[in-house]
């Protein structure tokens, strides 16, 4: 199951990457003076945005892997730990109860249940508030 996060890590990318595509300044500053027959983007039906996903700074990374040392030892010591840690956060920023972020944890620290609704916790109180 942990190799589940993989391919939503990198679809999340691909989407947080899509945005980001720079643009010829001159081009686009000549696009907006011409008229275009195209409906604006106003008129167009919006979906609403992704929520945030923080990023745990050095003390709150360090913080988050004792804790989960402390859960079960070696726990947090790879880099992917970190990473599912803000696949957690990502689950209750988009509004999952602490059972569902805690059984999703389960699956992608390969662990129960009872230390999932640990990470959860321990995630909640580092840096996903």
Aim: charged share 20%; aromatic share 4%; net charge negative.
């Amino acid at each position: 199951m942990r190799s589940f996060a993989m391919p939503v890590l990198a679809a999340v990318a691909v989407f947080a990457l899509a945005g980001c595509g720079g643009g010829d300044d001159k081009a686009d500053s000549e696009s907006s003076t011409a008229p275009s027959s195209a409906p604006s983007a106003s008129a167009t039906p919006s979906t609403p945005a992704a929520p945030a996903v923080p990023s745990p700074d050095e003390a709150q990374a360090q913080a988050l892997t004792t804790v989960l040392d402390a859960l079960k030892p070696g726990l947090g010591s790879e880099d992917k730990d970190l990473s599912d840690a803000r696949n957690v956060c990502l689950d209750l920023k988009q509004g999952k109860d602490d059972a569902t972020a805690a059984k999703n944890a389960a699956a992608r620290y390969g662990t129960d249940e009872v230390t999932a609704a640990g990470i959860v916790a321990a995630v909640k109180a580092s840096f996903c508030s």
